[in-house]
């Protein structure tokens, strides 16, 4: 596609309910970063795949938190049994090349906004 | 922790006008660096990234500069316009191999016609 997409745009869940964010990057993209980005804030970095293989979670904030990328190309974020604090937007974004080109612009999806009641 | 900072969260200029927009960061090993554009509800769009190894790059009406000693960014923006009102966020990589970016708190851009 012409650009990185992702589903639902928006998502209201009830507390405890399970959630999965989809995530289409652009077409040949190696590299794949989910961020969380909260109201007012810039987004801060959870997890990074090089084709299927998730190489950096580190920011996962918890382990409700599970991504996958099993094709190499959609990516999936779910999280589990969702709390309040998890309310934001969650944003993916691709870029060309893998590890080891560390200068390489990632363009951004639209995100998707999540809303914990 | 080390975190990249803005130091001017909110800019309002004239149609016409040059902006300015600034950017701490605190951590030496960042060698790359991008300046972003977020719109109301869109995600955030690439607007011109530098190396370490560079003081200056230009685009088409954007200028980034880098002073490695006193660890500052700048984004000029030229002729501003009332679509460049955004937040505008920079971010860097802190020395990893695959490009994880680190990102400021962000500065509202306002243009008034």
């Known amino acids: 596609g012409a650009g990185v997409s992702q589903s639902p745009r928006y998502k209201v869940a009830k507390r405890g309910q399970d959630v999965a964010l989809r995530c289409d990057p652009i077409s040949g993209h190696v590299s794949l970063f989910w961020y969380q980005q909260a109201l007012g804030q810039g987004p801060e970095f959870l997890t990074y795949?090089?084709?299927?293989?998730?190489?950096?979670k580190s920011g996962l904030p918890s382990d409700r938190f599970f991504a996958e990328r099993p094709e190499g190309s959609v990516s999936t974020l779910k999280i589990q049994r969702t709390q309040q604090e998890d309310s934001a937007v969650y944003l993916c974004?691709?870029?060309?090349?893998?590890?080891?080109?560390?200068?390489?612009?990632?363009?951004f999806g639209p995100g998707t906004r999540l809303t914990v009641l | 922790g080390e975190s990249v900072g803005l130091h001017l969260p909110t800019l309002s200029v004239q149609e016409g006008d040059n902006s300015i927009i600034n950017c701490a960061y605190s951590?030496?090993?960042?060698?790359?660096f991008i300046w972003y554009k977020q719109e109301s509800g869109k995600g955030p769009q690439f607007i011109i990234d530098i190396r370490s190894n560079m003081d200056k790059r230009q685009g088409q009406r954007v200028t980034v500069l880098l002073n490695k000693t006193v660890k500052h960014l700048s984004l000029q923006i030229a002729a501003t316009q009332p679509g460049d009102s955004a937040v505008y966020f920079c971010a860097e990589n802190r020395g990893t191999s695959y490009g994880k970016l680190t990102f400021g708190q962000g500065t509202i851009l306002t243009v008034h016609p």
């Open positions: 951590n030496s090993a960042s060698d790359y």
């Open positions: 795949f090089q084709n299927e293989a998730q190489l950096d």
């Open positions: 974004a691709s870029s060309s090349v893998g590890a080891g080109r560390r200068s390489d612009t990632q363009y």
